[in-house]
């Protein structure tokens, strides 16, 4: 299983910036970010969901994203 993590980082001079120790040298990332139009906006209770949801997934408990993709395909296979 795939390790993840969740980060905020900021946009200086066309890099992002995050915590030094965050990740290694040469470590692969992927990077999601609002269209600078489209902020996003959650409201308290999504807020306390996302929080919720991300605890969750630190505590370990949470679908492995290649597991549910292999169980979805071999439902197609039937």
């Known amino acids: 299983m ?3 993590k969740v980060l905020s980082g900021t946009v200086v ?3 992002i910036e995050v915590p030094a120790d965050s990740f290694a040298d040469g470590a692969h990332v992927m990077i999601l970010a609002p269209e600078p139009a ?3 906006r959650l409201t308290a209770e999504e807020e ?3 929080s919720e949801a991300i605890e969750q ?3 370990g408990n949470y679908e492995d994203g290649q ?3 292999d169980e ?3 439902h197609l296979k039937r």
């Open 48 to 50: 306390d969901e996302l």
């Open 67 to 69: 597991a549910l993709l």
């Open 13 to 15: 001079h066309g890099k």
């Open 38 to 40: 489209e902020p996003i």
């Open 2 to 4: 795939l390790a993840m």
């Open 72 to 74: 979805l395909r071999s």
């Open 57 to 59: 997934i630190r505590q």
